[in-house]
């Protein structure tokens, strides 16, 4: 059983909204980071948001502060990123990770503890 499943990607047309959620197994969110990290076509990684589950401390990159959401739900052992007013520029694959400590605003250059296959997201323009 993987560590982490993201779900929840698609095909969406600028303007619109998803929401992807990242589903643990194995081990306690609560206990964690969680990260959300993207790669478009041609591009190297991205570290978009984290969320410190035991407090509730969240970090946004530029360009999706305003836009994407991060929550986790620790009864559920699932992490969110609502995503709203998507642009095109926003298609890529999208990863969740888990992160010892509790750093958020360098949580993508620290060691990542488990990672999931990640989910597709498109916006068509």
């Known amino acids: 059983e993987m560590p982490l499943v993201e779900s929840g990607g698609g095909l969406v047309q600028a303007g619109g909204s998803l929401r992807l959620s990242c589903a643990a197994s194995g081990f306690s969110l609560d206990e964690f980071m969680i990260g959300w990290f993207r790669q478009a076509p041609g591009k190297d990684y991205e570290g978009l948001s984290c969320?410190?589950?035991?407090?509730?401390?969240?970090w946004y990159s530029d360009s999706v502060k305003g836009r994407f959401t991060i929550s986790s739900n620790n009864a559920k052992n699932t992490a969110y990123l609502q995503m709203e007013r998507l642009k095109p520029e926003d298609t890529a694959v999208y990863h969740c990770a888990a992160i010892r400590g509790n750093n958020c605003p360098q949580f993508s250059t620290l060691d990542l503890d488990f990672w999931g296959q990640g989910t597709q997201v498109t916006v068509s323009s």
């Open positions: 969320i410190s589950s035991s407090d509730g401390v969240t």
